[in-house]
């Protein structure tokens, strides 16, 4: 069950989650100390969400690989970074610190985004993945 602990795995890609579906994630999140890997791959997340994930990520300390993949973490239009913002703010805060793998690719989260990104998280995961992200060459 959520409340002993024991899932390690979770993987909700592709579910059309939006900040919904956030919210009950990081509702649950005190319930997931032990989540090593979390995928939401597709997921319908935009800025807000991200946002509320960013919240959530102090309690999900074990995590080591997050998949954010193919989201539109920045808006329809790429223009909203406040879930970027807010992401690398979490991070910048101590959040994350083993986080191995970190997915973000196919978000339009621009040079401005990976930007906040990398200052906030300077020594970054192991494996980070920004393919597609409209940073340009």
Known sequence: SL??????????????????????????????????????????????AAGVLAEALPRLGSLRELNLASNELTGPLGRDLSGIQALADAWQAG?????????????????????ALAEAWPAGPQ???LEDDGSGP
């Open 3 to 48: 409340s002993s602990g024991c899932l390690r795995h979770l993987n909700l890609s592709g579910n059309f989650l939006g900040l919904a579906g956030a919210g009950a994630l990081a509702e649950a999140s005190p319930r997931l100390p032990g989540l090593q890997q979390l995928d939401l791959t597709g997921s319908g997340l935009d800025s807000q």
């Open 95 to 115: 959040t994350g610190a083993n986080l191995v793998h970190l997915d973000i690719s196919y978000n339009w989260i621009g040079s401005s985004g990976a930007e």
């Open 127 to 129: 494996h980070l993945n």
